[in-house]
């Protein structure tokens, strides 16, 4: 929450753009999590807003993938908490347990987080605090992601008003799709794999190159990383709905860029 308290929000929702430290790759979730990615295109008040979602599994693969479209609203944050809104309870329907929702818009996800700093949304916020509390979710959270890492569902969004689809769709990833999408699917898990598997690549080399030539540098690596994880102070405070015994409770956690809770707190 502090962390988003000390960013420079734009009021009119304007989007992460140039410049910014996100990163510009699609990241996947954590097994046994989907990573549901969401946009809405909203040009101006007078004009109805085409919305997408497409959900990924940890592996990249394709789960679903939707779209629709709304009538007018007012500005870019209502359109897109609108979007997240509809987007929650499609993935409720489908009773999917585990769900990190991804937004490009950092209003939306800041208005999330701090509901009394944003009261001209309250409604919204609150509609879809509520839907989360439904007991078919385990855990759900929402993250703020770069645009271009969101360019799939932007595309989808934009197509809406592009080409006129105003019929809305709901596909699963086994589906029909247009052919323009199934080739940026297609070129999305290429570049995935490319990436996983240079990573690997470069991960053993190394690993071989302190381990076999250099031991006493691999072991003098090991300690340092294990003091700079003992003194980390990047933070990110998420907004979670945790599963328990009694339901779906609100609250804070605190995460460190290794992506380990530092503090929790619940509210009942």
Not at 88 to 107: E, G, H, M, P, Y
Not at 212 to 232: A, G, N, Q
Request: glycine content about 6%.
């Amino acid at each position: 929450t502090l962390w988003l308290n000390a960013q420079p929000v734009d009021t009119y929702g304007s989007c992460f753009g140039r410049g910014t430290p996100l990163d510009l790759r699609w990241c996947p979730p954590p097994t046994p999590f989907i990573k549901c990615n969401v946009n809405a295109d909203w040009r101006n008040p007078a004009m109805m807003s085409g919305v997408a979602l497409i959900a990924r599994d940890c592996n990249g693969k394709v789960i679903y993938h939707a779209r629709d479209v709304f009538t007018r609203s007012s500005d870019r944050i209502i359109a897109e908490l609108r979007c997240i809104l509809w987007a929650v309870q499609t993935l409720r329907d489908l009773r999917v347990k585990n769900v990190v929702i991804a937004s490009d818009c950092q209003a939306a996800i800041a208005a999330l987080y701090n509901p009394s700093y944003w009261p001209q949304y309250r409604g919204l916020v609150n509609a879809i605090i509520i839907t989360c509390q439904a007991k078919s979710f385990d855990y759900i959270t929402f993250e703020v992601v770069s645009r271009h890492s969101n360019s799939i569902a932007g595309d989808i969004a934009f197509s809406v008003m592009r080409d006129g689809r105003f019929n809305g769709y709901l596909a699963s990833g086994h589906g029909p799709s247009p052919a323009w999408l199934n080739d940026r699917i297609l070129k999305f898990k290429k570049n995935l794999l490319w990436h996983v598997r240079h990573v690997q690549v470069h991960v053993f080399r190394h690993f071989l190159f302190c381990l076999i030539l250099y031991p006493w540098r691999f072991e003098e690596e090991t300690r340092r990383e294990e003091k700079r994880r003992s003194h980390v102070k990047r933070f990110q405070c998420r907004l979670d709905f945790v599963g328990g015994g009694d339901g779906i409770g609100l609250g804070i956690r605190k995460f460190d860029c290794y992506d380990d809770v530092v503090t929790q707190n619940m509210f009942h």
